[in-house]
Nanobody, 123 residues
Framework: VQLQASGGGSVQAGGSLRLSCASPRSITSVFSAYAVGWYRQAPGSQRELVARITSSFDTNYADSVKGRFTISRDNSKKKVNLQMNSLKPEDTAIYYC???????????????WGQGTLVTVSS
């Protein structure tokens, strides 16, 4: 499943952004069967998983974004969204989405990484 992230931009601290992860070329039944994760990579840091949603709509968040970010999916539109509220300067990063699967008890990306979308939060 090829996923494309969009919706990034520049905001001030405390602001909000909504990122979208789309898979326009996927068949709906295939898209809906996959878990999807939102990742981010800040300069000089490793890529980290910040939120994920399974095919059964189960969600999980990194502690750093819990209570501020909300992941959701609309299978009819083949999209997974990430609503980001109360943004902080430390949320500044390139955000990516990818299909994920459980490997040895760890959610692991297995699709191609796209270009991602840049989020910049200023203080």
């Amino acid at each position: 499943v090829q996923l494309q992230a969009s919706g990034g931009g520049s905001v001030q601290a405390g602001g909000s952004l909504r990122l979208s992860c789309a898979s326009p070329r996927s068949i709906t039944s295939v898209f809906s069967a996959y878990a999807v994760g939102w990742y981010r990579q800040a300069p000089g840091s490793q890529r980290e998983l910040v939120a994920r949603i399974t095919s059964s709509f189960d969600t999980n968040y990194a502690d750093s974004v819990k209570g501020r970010f909300t992941i959701s999916r609309d299978n009819s539109k083949k999209k997974v969204n990430l609503q980001m509220n109360s943004l902080k300067p430390e949320d500044t990063a390139i955000y990516y989405c990818n299909s994920i699967k459980m490997v040895d008890s760890t959610w692991t990306p297995f699709g191609n990484w796209g270009q991602g979308t840049l989020v910049t939060v200023s203080s």
